[in-house]
C-alpha cells in the first residue's frame, strides 16, 4: 500500500515546486517590467547637497533660504504644481533659484521630484 502511494507524492510534489516556480517567474517578470524603483537614499543625498541649503532638510527653508523667501517645499502651494513644472523649475532655475539642467540628469530631476513628493504629508 505504502509504494502505491509514492507515485502520488512525487507526483503532488514535482506540482508543488512547478507552482512556485512559477508563480517565483511571473514576480520576476513583473519586476522586470516595473522597472526599478528610485533609489531613496540616492534622491535623498542628492537633495541634501543640491536643495537642502536654501529649502533645509525638510523642504521648509534654512535661514538661508527663509531670508531669501524661498517656498516651503511642502506647501499645497508648491505640491499643487505638476510633476512637469517641478522638473521645470529645477532644470530651468525661477527667480534667485539656479538651474541645475548641466548638473543633474533627467533621472535626478525627476528623482527630486518624487523626494519632494514626500515632503507633502511631513508638515
Known sequence: ???DKAPHHMIFGALILFVL?????LYAVS?????????????SATFRT?????H???GGGSEVGKSMNVPD????VVQKLSDAQLAQIISNGKGGMPAFKASLSEDQI???VTHIRS?????
Open 21 to 25: 516556480f512559477a508563480g517565483l517567474t
Open 73 to 76: 517645499l511642502r506647501s499645497p
Open 110 to 112: 525627476h528623482a527630486l
Open 50 to 54: 543640491k536643495c537642502a541649503v536654501c
Open 1 to 3: 500500500m505504502n509504494q
Open 31 to 43: 519586476l522586470v517590467e516595473a522597472g526599478p524603483a528610485p533609489d531613496n537614499a540616492v534622491s
Open 119 to 123: 515632503m507633502r504629508s511631513k508638515k
Open 56 to 58: 533645509g532638510q525638510d
